[in-house]
């Protein structure tokens, strides 16, 4: 099966995709920022270079993107179409850097919240949102 764009376009559409300072990203930032959490962003120095962390808290927030990171059972998990061998190993990837980040994290003594994507959207985003406040300052 062939795609459905041309590769100009298809390349194009692929470079616009971003890496940080996504919508969800931004959404969670907007609130944490308003109930008064003070944060660093994409802090090279932590493995996987977490979204957000709250050095207070030692917690650090992973805002993932459903196709990206393979959410399993997600709706917006839609494996494709074309290329499906490349795009299938792509996304394996990218889950098996996830853990690895995440348990290098823990054992330095971080907690690792991840947020999916799909639990931004408006439909669940309140709960999602009310949901991190005692995640983040849950004692461990």
Known sequence: MSDVHSKTVRSYNMSMVKAKNTKPEMIVRMFLHARGFRYRL???SLPGKPDIIL???????QVQGCFWHGHDGCRYF???KTRTDWWMSKIQSNKHNDMKATK?????GWRVIVIWE????????EKTLDGLVPQIKMIS
């Open 104 to 108: 290098a994290l823990e054992d330095s």
């Open 42 to 44: 994409h802090v090279r």
């Open 118 to 125: 799909c639990e931004i959207k408006p439909k669940f985003r």
């Open 55 to 61: 050095p207070k808290y030692k917690v650090a927030i």
């Open 78 to 80: 839609v494996v494709p």
